[in-house]
């Protein structure tokens, strides 16, 4: 583990309930990887179904972003700002992500363009893919 859920919060803002990355487990100049272990006690399991419980998600996106500011907010150039999700396109649900599962968060940035970000986003639990998308981040001076 690169980077746990304190280090992480010394990183990103996000808190308790909307935390949605528990480790960093690798990082390189345009590639992260994370870690969100799903746990039936989320707050979003309450409403979203109480019978079966399934992650959103949109959620499963949101925890894709959050891993990918990890990594923006990590550079020299960008401590102390704020990674703001911009955009998503191409965004695809390939199964239903619930308790008990280890979502792989893996983000590669493919460009930079007038302080604007572009990669490609992928979460997968046990090799499988769960959710594809390409992600947008706008990077707040």
Known sequence: ????????QEIIPH???????DQIIEME?????????VTANEMHFMGHFPKQHVM??????????????VLLL????NKGKLA???GINKARIHRQVIPGDK???DVTFKGFRAGIGFADALATVDGEKAVKCELIFAVQQ
């Open 74 to 77: 990590s550079k020299e150039e």
């Open 29 to 37: 100049d345009d590639h992260v990887v994370g870690v969100k272990c």
């Open 56 to 69: 959103p998600g949109v959620l499963v996106i949101e925890a894709l972003a959050q891993a990918g500011a």
């Open 1 to 8: 583990m690169l980077l746990n859920s304190n280090q992480i």
């Open 103 to 105: 979502l792989t968060l």
């Open 84 to 86: 703001l999700f911009a």
């Open 15 to 21: 808190r308790y309930p909307f935390l949605l990355v």
